[in-house]
C-alpha cells in the first residue's frame, strides 16, 4: 500500500532552469549592430574632450561574442562566451575574484526563473549579462554601469542553437 501511494504521489524533479541553455548558440549577425548605438547613447553627454576615448575604450571591451557555449556540470556551469571567458561558474551564488587586465573582478553567477545572470564588478563598475530564451533564441541582456559613464550601456545580442 506505501509503495502505491509513493508511486503515485511521485513527481519527476523540476528542470533546473539553466538546462535548456544547455549547447552551443551563435551570434544572429544583425544583432551586433545593437552595441554601437547603446555606446553612443552612453557616452552622448560625456565632455567632448573624453568622449571619444571612453567610444572606443567601450568599443573594444564590448565586441560581438561569436559564439557561446554552456556547459552544466552538477555544481558548476561551464560558460564559454568567446573573447571573454571560459570559467566554471558555482551554482550556488557564491561570488568569486579573479585577476583581469582591469584587475581584481569579482564574478557571480545568479540563477533567474526565466534563465540565469553573470555579473562583473571591479573599482570601476560592473557588466551583466542576463541570459533567457525566447522563441528558441538565446538572449543575452547586456547593462554596463560605472561612475564614469553618464548613462549605463544597455543592449541584446541574440543567438541561435547550432
Known sequence: MTLL?????????????????????????ESATAIKPAIDRSVARMNFLIRGVARSRLTARNPASSAIEV?????????????FTN????????????????????????????????????????????????DAILHMHVTITSRYLTEPVRYTLRYQRQ
Not at 519527476?12 to 552551443?24: E, L, M
Not at 550556488?92 to 562583473?120: H, K, M, P
Open 71 to 83: 556547459r552544466r556540470e552538477p555544481e558548476q556551469l561551464h560558460l564559454r562566451i568567446e573573447g
Open 5 to 29: 501511494l509513493a508511486l503515485l504521489l511521485w513527481q519527476p524533479p523540476a528542470p533546473d532552469s539553466i538546462d535548456p541553455f544547455k549547447g552551443t548558440w551563435v551570434l544572429i549577425p
Open 87 to 134: 570559467r566554471p561558474h558555482p551554482l550556488n551564488g557564491e561570488t568569486w575574484r579573479r585577476r583581469t587586465q582591469d584587475g581584481e573582478v569579482d564574478i557571480r553567477l545568479t540563477r533567474l526563473a526565466d534563465g540565469f545572470a553573470t555579473s562583473y564588478t571591479n573599482n570601476d563598475g560592473s557588466r551583466e549579462n542576463r541570459f533567457e530564451i525566447k
